[in-house]
């Protein structure tokens, strides 16, 4: 598929001169990539009035960090089930701030309330990928998406924005979905529930589950096999 970018420098420098009062035009931003098919533009399109959509909600903005985290899981499954799933432009960095930056930097700016002198970059994806606030929707659905259930999202409201970066986006274990999907059940039984672990003792449990990573292949466990390696671990940090 032929689809657009936006490299990161390109980007940085782009929304710095945006935010000093001289932008410049976001076309000559755009490199395209790959081959054949054109990326279709109605995807965007289509993302655009859902999100709208949904901002609509809060016309007052995101007040706290409950509103914070039920716009993401919400968010989370528009993205996910809007954009084609094209792994060779889902898995390029630079499309994710082209779609950012070009497409939907207002809609950055309003999740994080719309700051004078603008969010930090790293939301754009420059210097940080996993901190594109567009491909962090994204894989919040991508890491717990169940297949095997009747609503394949059923999860993506589950957690807390804190827990996904930490736990999940940065941790090799997530590679495998069953286990990501195990970790979120356990530490919240209920979508609406508090968390099962206190914040040092999650932390711990991490660290426990990382150094089993290395030598347990969780890609061929079954997700019940995953909550029972999990239990398992969390019960040796309870009892400590």
Same mark, same amino acid.
């Given at each position: 598929?032929?689809?657009?970018?936006?490299?990161?420098?390109?980007?940085?420098?782009?929304?710095?001169?945006?935010?000093?009062?001289?932008?410049?035009?976001?076309?000559?931003?755009?490199?395209?990539?790959?081959?054949? $098919?054109?990326?279709?533009?109605? @995807?965007?399109? !289509?993302?655009?009035?859902?999100? +709208?959509? %949904? *901002? /609509?909600?809060?016309?007052?903005?995101?007040?706290?960090?409950?509103?914070?985290?039920?716009?993401?899981?919400?968010?989370?499954?528009?993205?996910?089930?809007?954009?084609?799933?094209?792994?060779?432009?889902?898995?390029?960095?630079?499309?994710?701030?082209?779609?950012?930056?070009?497409?939907?930097?207002?809609?950055?700016?309003?999740?994080?309330?719309?700051?004078?002198?603008?969010?930090?970059? $790293?939301?754009?994806?420059?210097? @940080?990928?996993? !901190?594109?606030?567009?491909?962090? +929707?994204? %894989? *919040? /659905?991508?890491?717990?998406?169940?297949?095997?259930?009747?609503?394949?999202?059923?999860?993506?409201?589950?957690?807390?924005?804190?827990?996904?970066?930490?736990?999940?986006?940065?941790?090799?274990?997530?590679?495998?979905?069953?286990?990501?999907?195990?970790?979120?059940?356990?530490?919240?039984?209920?979508?609406?529930?508090?968390?099962?672990?206190?914040?040092?003792?999650?932390?711990?449990?991490?660290?426990?589950?990382?150094?089993?990573?290395?030598?347990?292949?969780?890609?061929?466990?079954?997700?019940?096999?995953?909550?029972?390696?999990?239990?398992?671990?969390?019960?040796?940090?309870?009892?400590?």
């Amino acid at each position: 598929m032929r689809y657009p970018s936006v490299s990161a420098p390109d980007a940085g420098s782009y929304l710095t001169s945006k935010r000093n009062g001289s932008p410049v035009d976001t076309e000559g931003l755009v490199k395209f990539k790959g081959s054949g $098919a054109e990326f279709p533009d109605s @995807s965007v399109e !289509e993302l655009r009035e859902e999100l +709208l959509s %949904l *901002r /609509a909600k809060w016309p007052d903005g995101l007040k706290n960090d409950i509103e914070r985290n039920r716009f993401e899981g919400l968010a989370a499954k528009i993205v996910h089930e809007t954009l084609p799933a094209e792994p060779e432009v889902l898995g390029d960095p630079e499309f994710w701030i082209w779609l950012a930056v070009v497409c939907f930097s207002d809609l950055v700016e309003w999740r994080y309330g719309n700051k004078e002198g603008g969010t930090k970059q $790293a939301n754009y994806g420059v210097g @940080s990928r996993n !901190e594109n606030l567009l491909y962090r +929707l994204w %894989l *919040r /659905a991508e890491l717990v998406l169940d297949e095997g259930h009747q609503d394949r999202y059923h999860l993506v409201e589950a957690g807390q924005i804190d827990f996904y970066r930490s736990h999940l986006f940065r941790q090799g274990y997530a590679n495998a979905r069953t286990f990501a999907r195990a970790l979120l059940q356990f530490q919240y039984p209920k979508s609406d529930s508090a968390p099962h672990l206190k914040i040092q003792q999650i932390r711990d449990l991490v660290k426990r589950l990382r150094r089993l990573r290395t030598n347990l292949l969780l890609e061929i466990l079954h997700e019940e096999e995953c909550r029972a390696v999990i239990e398992m671990e969390a019960a040796v940090i309870v009892a400590a």
